[in-house]
Every structure is written in structure tokens, then in C-alpha cells.
């Protein structure tokens, strides 16, 4: 149908249902057609129908619900057969809104159609139970021989135990003999490890000796001139007795090591480090003072005076 056929029949539907004194809504439950097809054949708008078939069959339906004669109105508009059916709407499906959706039925399916449709089914259920099968059979197969092997293990291992026992007895003796020989050998070895670590100790000990030499006295000083030094930082102890006394300590280049007060009955150790060539130490109260360097006793040569300064000169 063109669109000016369309348009006619749309308008002379709308105006015979309106003569009726029709709603859409009324068309639609007297049809089953649903409202919106109805609306679209009102205004002409047949694009919007499920298709050609329909259109006829719908336009049909709306024709004789609205007291039209569908034969000749359709004739009017065609010019087609008065013998021509509408389509039989009885088998369509109707949904649960009570409405006709046309051309939405399906023909029933036969037994052959059924059986066909199942074989797919069928055949992947047979293989499934086939590959159940056959996992079942390879598990049992495995469980009988794992329970074998560990019966062979079981009887290899009371061999073994029994084979291993008679070889702990004969290697016993052994065994004790081997031990006995271990101890006087750790014994052995203990010794020599002590006298060596005796040995570097003493070693050590020479290392850090100090030999001060001959300390002459000029006024008010004692001066070392040739102190054999280890090539490492020395210690020098002072410790006050009857008194405390303040005392100074400098290198070769005047820097000051330390100064201060050393309390009665108290040492005071100073650092003196590798780059030294020598030191200086000025004193206080001689007279309460002991002076060491490296445990080395020095003999400050005082001769009951009070102030007094020591001069070292160190060869390393």
C-alpha cells in the first residue's frame, strides 16, 4: 500500500471508530491488536506494522470491529478478491496482557525434531560417562599398585633394619676405638690451637711495648729524647695521688691532646695518635702525679719540684 492509500484508510477507520464512539483502548480489546499498531494505522504509518501480511490482516480486523464491511473496504482499496482470507489469528499467541502478537506462533515440534534436538545432549552425557569411566579405572589401577610397593618397601625395610643391626654391633668396638683416638687427637689439637694463641699474644704484648730509654732533666724538665713507639695510637695514663693536679698534654706541633684537672685518686688516659713524632706534658703538682705511657711507667725525675714539664721524642 502506498502512502496516500495509507493515509485514507487510517483517516476513514479513525472517523468510523469515532462514529462508534470507540477508544483505541476498546479497538484493542476487541482485536488484539496491540495499541500502538492500531494508533500507527490511524495516522497512516503502515512502516511501523510487523509487515505486508499483517497490515491486511490488521486493517481487516480494525475495519470489522468499527461496523465496516472488511471485504469491500479492503476492495475499495486494492481492488483485491472478495475471496481473499484475512489470516487466521486464532493460532496466534496471545501474551499474558491479553494482546495478539501476530506472526509469533510456531508450529509444534514433532517427535523426530524432539529426538533430534536431545542426540547433542545425549551423546555429551555418553562421554561424560565414558571419561568417568575410564578416570575410575585409572585410579584403581594406580591404588593396586601404590598398596603393593608399600608392601615391597615394608618387607625390604625389616631387611634392611635387621641387616643394619648386626653392622652396629661389629662397628661398636670400632666405633669406641675410633672415639678414643678422636679425643687424644682434639686433645692434641686443643694444646697446639693454646700454645699458638699464647704465642700471639706475647707477640701482641711486645708489639705494644714501649722502651723509653734515658730521660735527661734541664731546670724544670725531663726530656726522652728516643722513645721506641709501636707504629700505632698509644695511651697515656696520668694519676693523681695525695692531690689532685691539673696537667696539659700537646704533640710535637703544639696541638693540645687534653687539658685539665685530674681529681685525687683518679687517671686520666689521653690518646696519643700515630702522626705524633712526639709530646709535651706540662704538670701542675709533680709532686701528686704518676705519669705512663702504655702502661710504661715514667720517671719524671721531679726532684720535689712542684711545676714540672715532660718532653718525649718518639722512633717509630
Known amino acids: 500500500m502506498n502512502e496516500e492509500r495509507n493515509s485514507a484508510i487510517g483517516q476513514e477507520l479513525q472517523q468510523a471508530r469515532l462514529d462508534k464512539g470507540l477508544s483505541l483502548d476498546d479497538i484493542q480489546q476487541s482485536t488484539k491488536i496491540q495499541k500502538r499498531y492500531l494508533a500507527a494505522i490511524e495516522s497512516g504509518q503502515f512502516d511501523q506494522l510487523p509487515g505486508a501480511f499483517y497490515e491486511r490482516a490488521f486493517v481487516r480486523q480494525y475495519a470489522t470491529a468499527v461496523g465496516l464491511d472488511a471485504v469491500a473496504f479492503m476492495q475499495k482499496y486494492e481492488n483485491e478478491d472478495t475471496e481473499t482470507v484475512a489470516p487466521d489469528l486464532s493460532a496466534a499467541r496471545v501474551d499474558a496482557d491479553n494482546v495478539t ?142 692531690g689532685s693536679s691539673w696537667m696539659q698534654v700537646s704533640d710535637a706541633a703544639g696541638t693540645v691532646l687534653w687539658n685539665g684537672t685530674v681529681a685525687d685518686g683518679k687517671t686520666q688516659e689521653v690518646d696519643i695518635p700515630t702522626t705524633a713524632t712526639g709530646v709535651s706534658v706540662s704538670i701542675g703538682n709533680a709532686l701528686a702525679t704518676k705519669v705512663s705511657l702504655n702502661n710504661k711507667a715514667v720517671d719524671l725525675q721531679s726532684s720535689n719540684a712542684s711545676v714540672w714539664h715532660l718532653g718525649m721524642t718518639f722512633t717509630r
Open 101 to 242: 502478537r501476530a506472526g509469533m506462533h510456531q508450529t509444534e515440534e514433532t517427535v523426530a525434531d524432539k529426538t533430534r534436538s536431545m542426540m547433542p545432549k545425549i551423546i555429551i552425557g555418553v562421554v561424560i560417562v565414558a571419561i568417568i569411566a575410564i578416570i575410575w579405572v585409572v585410579v584403581s589401577s594406580f591404588a593396586g599398585s601404590a598398596k603393593q610397593e608399600s608392601k615391597n618397601q615394608s618387607t625390604v625395610s625389616v631387611t634392611t633394619s635387621q641387616v643394619a643391626s648386626k653392622k652396629a654391633s661389629s662397628k661398636k668396638s670400632a666405633t669406641s676405638t675410633t672415639a678414643s683416638s678422636e679425643s687424644k687427637s682434639s686433645s692434641a689439637s686443643s694444646s697446639s690451637k693454646a700454645s699458638s694463641k699464647s704465642s700471639s699474644e706475647k707477640k701482641t704484648a711486645k708489639a705494644d711495648k714501649v722502651d723509653l730509654g734515658q730521660g735527661t732533666v734541664s731546670g724544670t724538665t725531663v726530656t726522652y729524647n728516643s722513645v721506641k713507639a709501636p707504629n700505632k695510637t698509644m695511651k697515656m695514663q696520668l694519676k693523681a695521688e695525695n
